[in-house]
């Protein structure tokens, strides 16, 4: 979930070789994909329209559904984000691409 093009583009540079992706340009339209499809992790931007990281993190942290998934929690002030220890990570901006590897998305984060 991300609401700058440019840093969607940059993440699926990354990504898109060696995971399925599937973008939402708000938080509510995350939110609403997310209870879908049930990814296997989410990456969320905190500053978004319509619903932040942090309502995102808090809405499917407490729906059943999808309170498994971990969530890497994106920060463009860079700091990285957990809320109570129910975020499975945080990124600061500029993104690394080594922070994204397969490695740390471990289940040691679930």
């Known amino acids: ?13 990354i990504l898109e070789a060696n995971y399925q992706l599937d973008i939402a340009y708000n938080g509510r339209i995350g939110i609403e994909k997310a209870l879908e499809t049930i990814p296997d992790l989410i990456i969320s931007d905190v500053m978004m329209p319509e619903r932040d990281g942090y309502q995102v993190l808090e809405t499917l942290k407490n729906d059943e559904r999808t ?37 740390n998305c471990s289940p040691r984060w679930k």
């Open 67 to 103: 309170s498994h998934i971990p969530m890497l929690i994106v920060d463009g002030e860079g700091r990285c984000c957990l809320q109570a220890g129910r975020a499975c990570g945080g990124v600061p901006t500029p993104i690394c691409p080594n922070r994204l590897t397969k490695k």
């Open 1 to 13: 979930m991300e609401d700058n093009p440019d840093v969607v583009d940059y993440l699926k540079s």
